[in-house]
């Protein structure tokens, strides 16, 4: 998605929010519980994949299980993320298309390797 792309959208959404005082709250309360710098980083991984297990969310960000817990409990709390449990593993995923959407952009601007 080119910076023109990406202008129209913001001006799409930004139209959209302004007319909802509950859904303007709601982006609110979600970007905010995605601005933590491990919280993104783990929407980054997630973004393009259906699904991600915990194990590979650790392994992939460099932290402690437990740390990495937290946060996708923080983010499933905010209803960002969902979680399915499969035997002794669980395996989290982006709950909401839009937010898929956002994280894409997000991505594309500041997620690549080349910054």
């Known amino acids: 998605m080119g910076p023109q792309n990406m202008n129209a959208m913001v001006e ?8 909802n005082e509950s859904d303007i709250n709601n982006a609110a ?3 905010k519980a995605m601005a933590h710098p491990l919280r993104l980083k783990i ?15 650790v392994e992939q960000v460099g932290t402690s299980q ?6 996708l409990s923080i983010l499933r709390d905010k209803g960002i993320l969902q979680a399915r449990k499969d035997a002794n593993k669980v395996f ?5 298309p839009r937010i898929v ?15």
Do not use: W
């Open 12 to 19: 799409d959404m930004a139209d959209l929010l302004i007319s």
């Open 29 to 31: 309360r979600s970007m």
């Open 43 to 57: 929407l980054c991984i997630l973004g393009p994949a259906k699904e991600v297990s915990v194990q590979d969310i």
């Open 66 to 71: 437990s740390n990495i817990s937290q946060h």
């Open 92 to 96: 989290y995923s982006i709950n909401d």
């Open 101 to 115: 959407a956002l994280i894409g952009s997000l991505r594309e601007a500041f997620c690549s390797m080349g910054h």
